[in-house]
C-alpha cells in the first residue's frame, strides 16, 4: 500500500497541487486536507505517515511570512503534532512552508515550543523567482540522502534567508549535520554570493533539519522541478526527469519502511 501524505492547505496557499503530483509521481498516496479539518477534529494527523506544508502566502502573510498557520500548529494542534513527531513520521515544508515549521519551533529543534531561528527578507530587498543549484552536501535529511550531485530547482521568495541568533548558532546547526541544501556558485562552492544565492543565507543555507533528520524545510520548490520539460533548457539538454523529485521519492522511501 502506498504511504499516506496529508498536505495541509490554507487560505493562500497556492502550491498544494504541485506537491499532490510530487508525491503520486514519487509513489505515495496524497490528501489535501484544509487546516481547519485537523483543528475540528474531523481529520486527524496521525492517519498519514508524512506532512507536507506546501508553499504560497497562508493567511496572506499577514503577521509575517508563514506566523498565523504557525500559531494553528503550536497552539490548535499541539497534541496531535507531538505525537505525529514523536512517533518517528516525516515533515517537509516548502518554501511557505519552511517559513510555517521555523515559526511553530518544529525546526531546527522539533520542539513546539522554543523559537530558535528565523526566515526574513532577502539581502536583496527584492522577491526573487529563477532557478538555483543546490547541493546536498553531507546531513541527517532522510530527503536528501543519495543525492550526490548538483540539482537544480526554482525559487520564489521574498523572505528567504535564513538567520539564527549568531554565526556561531548556525556553524553549530551545520557541525550537527542539520543544513540539509546549499546555493552552490558558478565554482560548484556554497556562496553567499547574488544571484546565486537569492537570499544571502550565510554560507549559502537553503535547507535545514532537525536532528532526526526525519524534519526539513527549504527554501526552493522541488515540486516544479518534477518533469524535464519544467526546466529552462529542457530543449537543449537530455533529461529523464527533473531534479526535485528525487527529494519526494527519498520521503516515500523512508517512511514506506518506518
Known amino acids: ?4 501524505v496529508i498536505i495541509v492547505r490554507a487560505a493562500g496557499i497556492n502550491r498544494d497541487g504541485d506537491a499532490a503530483r510530487a508525491v503520486t509521481m514519487a509513489g505515495g498516496s496524497p490528501d489535501i486536507v484544509h487546516i481547519g479539518r485537523l ?29 498565523m498557520l504557525a500559531l494553528d500548529i503550536r497552539h490548535r494542534l499541539e497534541d496531535q503534532m507531538r505525537r505525529f513527531v514523536e512517533d518517528g513520521r516525516a515533515i517537509l515544508g516548502i518554501c511557505n512552508g519552511f517559513q510555517v515549521l521555523v515559526k ?11 523559537l530558535s531561528a528565523s526566515l526574513t527578507h532577502n539581502a536583496s530587498g527584492r522577491f526573487e523567482c529563477r532557478w538555483v543549484r543546490l ?16 540539482i537544480e530547482v526554482p525559487v520564489a521568495h521574498g523572505e528567504g534567508r535564513f538567520v ?8 553549530a546547526l551545520a557541525a550537527n549535520g ?3 541544501f546549499r546555493y552552490l556558485g558558478t565554482d560548484d562552492q556554497p556562496t553567499e554570493a547574488y544571484p546565486a544565492n ?8 537553503a535547507a535545514v533539519c532537525d536532528a532526526s533528520g526525519r524534519i526539513m524545510g527549504m527554501m526552493p520548490h522541488p515540486e516544479n522541478a518534477l518533469t524535464p520539460w519544467q526546466h529552462p533548457r529542457w530543449t537543449r539538454e537530455s533529461r529523464t526527469h527533473g531534479d526535485g523529485l528525487a527529494i519526494f521519492r527519498n520521503g516515500i522511501n523512508w517512511v514506506t519502511h518506518i
Open 1 to 4: 500500500m502506498s504511504p499516506r
Open 39 to 67: 483543528i475540528d477534529g474531523s481529520v486527524s494527523l496521525l492517519d498519514y505517515a508524512m506532512l507536507i506544508v506546501p508553499g504560497g502566502f497562508s493567511y496572506g502573510d499577514h503577521l509575517g511570512a508563514g506566523a
Open 104 to 114: 511553530s519551533g518544529l525546526l531546527p529543534g522539533a520542539t513546539l515550543s522554543q
Open 135 to 150: 547541493a546536498a552536501g553531507a546531513s541527517r535529511s532522510v530527503f536528501t540522502q543519495g543525492i550526490d550531485a548538483p
Open 164 to 171: 539564527m541568533q549568531s554565526d556561531a548558532a548556525l556553524d
Open 178 to 180: 542539520q543544513v540539509a
Open 198 to 205: 537569492p537570499n544571502g543565507s550565510y554560507h549559502g543555507i
